[in-house]
């Protein structure tokens, strides 16, 4: 095995970590699932906010019978790509009924109102032919044309009080937590390698002067940094972006200044001193390539503290605006149906929440022991 590089070495290592090898593949199928989107949810429409209040708070489960009548105003269909990033808006409007019938043009139906046994008949006029753009369906009621359709839908998440589909809103939310923890990580690193090198190596009063400012900030707990942060920049997706990768890159400039100020003493570094290469590049080739097992540690560390911040903030209010779905926001429009028979309005993005953080401290557990010198050495 000593003929392996140190990369195969690593994750050969890793792979032997059943648990950390799991937690990978859940993040995996999260990550296939956020980018995915919209080509996987029910509801296909722009942030899942097609809303039907007559179907709030239904049970995991539900079954109900749609008719979808086609909207007067022309929709434009788009294609597959901005439909992944954006979404469809929608061809129709939708009454959930419990019985229908067709007659001359018309369809009349039992339009159901929040009870089965107290329906409210009324009469619809069905549009005669396709607007421009819309697709035409293969299975439609008789007489219905394409004017009108009736579907039977199953809500598997169930719906939540403005009767929106809670699994589609649960996937978009995946979206949004894993670009927020993706987006804060970047940018914690970028500054964090940054400072924590030019501290580390340079010492002296820019070192001072660094540490200063890593220790004042490292006293701030990071939520009320990032609320404060937010309140400077607005509220908002971006703006969450920003607030919580820089409120995360004190633990990275900490962490490689303590990798920088052990490294810059070594034999190599001092023979590239005498050959005349520049600072920069003695820190870019020579030193952060041997630091960057516990940057990757503390990096996929960060991203689970990022989806927790994010959760945080959208709970308080400062993530992302409504109608747009988090899972923070979702807890936090259901948290009262806790003490009630809907509990799992605000249970289920809280178990996303969990298991996901869970799957990056796995990753984080796996990876650790992987850079560790002293167990590649007692293995290979």
């Given amino acids: 095995m000593t003929d392996l590089s140190p990369s195969q070495r690593?994750?050969?290592?890793?792979?032997?970590?059943?648990?950390?090898?799991?937690?990978?593949?859940?993040?995996?199928?999260?990550?296939?699932?956020?980018?995915?989107?919209?080509?996987?949810?029910?509801?296909?429409?722009?942030?899942?906010?097609?809303?039907?209040?007559?179907?709030?708070?239904?049970?995991?489960?539900?079954?109900?019978?749609i008719l979808r009548l086609r909207k007067t105003e022309p929709v434009d269909t788009i294609n597959i790509f901005t439909k992944m990033l954006f979404g469809q808006p929608s061809f129709y409007r939708e009454i959930p009924i419990t019985g229908y019938h067709f007659s001359k043009g018309w369809i009349y139906v039992n339009e159901y109102i929040g009870a089965e046994d107290k329906p409210e008949r009324k009469a619809y006029k069905l549009p005669p032919a396709p607007l421009?753009?819309?697709?035409?369906?293969?299975?439609?009621?008789?007489?219905?044309?394409?004017g009108a359709e009736v579907v039977h839908r199953t809500y598997w998440f169930g719906t939540d009080i403005y009767g929106r589909d809670l699994l589609s809103r649960l996937i978009l939310g995946t979206r949004v937590s894993l670009a927020v923890?993706?987006?804060s990580v970047i940018i914690s690193m970028l500054l964090g390698v940054t400072i924590g090198a030019v501290a580390g190596y340079f010492g002296g009063w820019i070192d001072a002067a660094l540490s200063w400012l890593m220790n004042i900030l490292w006293a701030l707990p990071a939520l009320l940094l990032v609320i404060a942060i937010s309140f400077a920049l607005g509220k908002g997706l971006w703006q969450i972006f920003i607030a919580v990768g820089l409120s995360m890159w004190v633990e990275v400039a900490r962490l490689v200044r303590g990798q920088v100020l052990s490294l810059k003493q070594v034999e190599y570094i001092e023979?590239?001193?005498?050959?005349?290469?520049?600072?920069?590049?003695?820190?870019?080739?020579?030193?952060?390539?041997?630091?960057?097992?516990?940057?990757?540690v503390l990096a996929s560390s960060n991203f689970a503290s990022a989806i927790l911040l994010e959760a945080g903030l959208s709970f308080l209010g400062f993530g992302a605006q409504p109608p747009m779905p988090t899972w923070g926001s979702m807890i936090k429009e259901h948290y009262g149906y806790i003490v009630m028979d809907s509990a799992y309005l605000a249970i289920i993005p809280g178990l996303a929440i969990m298991f996901l953080v869970y799957a990056f401290n796995l990753v984080t557990i796996g990876l650790r022991d992987a850079f560790d010198i002293k167990s590649q050495s007692t293995r290979f």
Wanted: hydrophobic share 45%.
């Fill in 10 to 65: 690593t994750w050969k290592i890793f792979k032997r970590n059943k648990i950390a090898v799991a937690g990978l593949a859940v993040i995996i199928f999260t990550l296939l699932v956020a980018i995915l989107g919209y080509l996987i949810m029910p509801d296909s429409t722009p942030r899942a906010n097609n809303m039907t209040i007559q179907l709030s708070i239904k049970k995991p489960g539900s079954e109900f019978m």
């Fill in 132 to 146: 421009k753009g819309e697709p035409k369906y293969s299975k439609v009621p008789p007489l219905g044309g394409w």
């Fill in 181 to 183: 923890g993706l987006m």
């Fill in 271 to 296: 023979a590239a001193h005498s050959l005349g290469f520049s600072n920069t590049r003695i820190i870019i080739k020579h030193i952060l390539p041997n630091i960057i097992g516990p940057i990757l």
